[in-house]
Structures are given as structure tokens and as C-alpha cells.
Nanobody, 121 residues
Framework: QVQLVESGGGLVQAGGSLKLSCAASERTFRTDVMGWFRQAPGREREIVAAINYVGGSMNYPDFVKGRFTISRDNAKNTVYLHMNNLKPEDTAVYYC??????????????WGRGTQVTVSS
């Protein structure tokens, strides 16, 4: 496993923005794909975004499309989640994840501990 450390969560008003960061402890094949999941209380964990090593990203789910953007800086082994026009329903713990290989459709091999994002109305 690769250690993943998230940062950037916090409390923001609806309509505001946050930028989450996730730093991987090393660059290996286990971080070929990196991404973000979120889990709200009482709900299942859901994928938000994922990006491969060359910058190709998955189609964003409708609930974040047009508002969230994922990016990565390979030199820093870091992936980012830019969140704009935040809504109260975006409130959740956001988890960084990493996959070996080229697919984000399988279960990630590594997880971060999560960072809380709270959006007030």
C-alpha cells in the first residue's frame, strides 16, 4: 500500500469553494490512478473523480459535474480536487484513493484517512 494524506477540508458556506489535496508517500505503479470518494452520514461511499497518470479523467458523476475538477501534479505525487459552487449536500468525508494499473472501476488498493467537508446553507 501507499500512504495517502489528505488536506484542505473544512467548513464553507454554500456557493463557496474548497481545494482538497492528497499527497502520496511515493510514486509507484500503485498510484497510476488516483481519485476521490466521499461518504456522507448514513450513505454509502461514492466515487467523485479519478485521474490517471497522463491526466485522463473519468466522467464526473452528475452530482458534481460542472462544479468539481480533479487534477494531479506527478512531480509532487499529489492529486487535487477543486470544488466550486458547493452545496449542503456535498457535506461528507472525502477520501483519497489510489489504484494500480489503468482502471478506476475496480476497488482502490490504497486509501487515505479522509478529510471532512462541511457546507453550510
Amino acid at each position: 500500500q501507499v500512504q495517502l494524506v489528505e488536506s484542505g477540508g473544512g467548513l464553507v458556506q454554500a456557493g463557496g469553494s474548497l481545494k482538497l489535496s492528497c499527497a502520496a508517500s511515493e510514486r509507484t505503479f500503485r498510484t497510476d490512478v488516483m481519485g476521490w470518494f466521499r461518504q456522507a452520514p448514513g450513505r454509502e461511499r461514492e466515487i467523485v473523480a479519478a485521474i490517471n497518470y497522463v491526466g485522463g479523467s473519468m466522467n464526473y458523476p452528475d452530482f458534481v459535474k460542472g462544479r468539481f475538477t480533479i487534477s494531479r501534479d506527478n512531480a509532487k505525487n499529489t492529486v487535487y480536487l477543486h470544488m466550486n459552487n458547493l452545496k449542503p449536500e456535498d457535506t461528507a468525508v472525502y477520501y483519497c484513493a489510489a489504484w494500480a494499473g489503468s482502471s478506476w472501476s475496480t476497488a482502490p488498493g490504497s486509501w487515505g484517512r479522509g478529510t471532512q467537508v462541511t457546507v453550510s446553507s
